[in-house]
């Protein structure tokens, strides 16, 4: 079975770091281009952040663009984001997700793993 | 960049039809691809129509994607009380290169 599990989601102040991780299983994430997608409490599903398959193409949204650095292992068969700059705002479900190659959407997604940040 | 505007809430009873439109804010939604995911809050979302009209396996075909003029629409034939959930549209943004989510649609099923 195809599964994406993240871990690390944790409570930060602002300002504050995390790092967040996703372990592909049943599949070999060196020919997927990755993502990063998360929902704030009461709204609706916000894309963050793309790698392909390599790591030679990054995007990132406008919201986290400069605080937030996804990178890859293909060899641990792992997606990580590493989050800085933490903002209240930041709060939230962060789900990992898989995109099928020559196209857009996303087959593929983890549980998602939870992220506050308060004061 | 675009918005993609989807109504806030559907509903239905079990066994009818459920229509959620798609609408983009600033171009004919002719020009783009939308995939269709459904999510129940606390699970992973899922993948249920993607480039417009086009269905994974292991997805009911009571799901299916269509465009029409400036919108694209994602129709639930056979309301079953398991479909109660959030559906998002989307598209993938290639001059800007952001993947872009609908505002979202709450399908209640009566």
């Known amino acids: 079975e195809e599964v994406l599990m993240e871990s690390g989601g944790a409570s930060r102040q602002p300002g504050g770091s995390l790092r967040l991780s996703c372990e592909a299983s049943g599949f070999s994430i060196h020919i997927y281009e990755m993502n990063w997608v998360r929902q704030a409490p009461g709204k609706g599903l916000e894309w963050i952040s793309y790698i392909n398959n390599v790591g030679s193409n990054i995007y990132y949204a406008d919201s986290v663009k400069g605080r937030f650095t996804v990178s890859r292992d293909n060899t641990n068969n792992s997606l990580s984001l590493q989050m800085s700059s933490l903002r209240v705002e930041d709060t939230g479900v962060y789900y990992c997700?898989?995109?099928?190659?020559?196209?857009?959407?996303?087959?593929?997604w983890g549980q998602g793993t939870p992220v506050t940040v308060s004061s | 960049q675009s918005v993609l505007t989807q109504p806030p809430s559907a509903s239905g009873a079990p066994g009818q039809r459920a229509t959620i439109s798609c609408s983009r804010s600033n171009s004919n939604i002719g020009s783009i691809t939308v995939d269709w995911y459904q999510h129940i809050p606390g699970t992973a979302p899922k993948l249920l129509v993607y480039?417009?009209?086009q269905r994974p396996s292991g997805v009911p075909d009571r799901f299916s994607g269509s465009r029409s003029g400036t919108s694209a629409s994602l129709v639930i034939s056979g309301l079953q009380s398991e479909d109660e959930a959030d559906y998002y549209c989307a598209t993938w943004d290639e001059r800007l290169k952001v993947y872009i989510f609908g505002t979202g649609t709450r399908v209640t099923v009566l």
């Open positions: 997700a898989r995109r099928v190659p020559r196209s857009a959407h996303f087959d593929l």
């Open positions: 480039r417009g009209d």
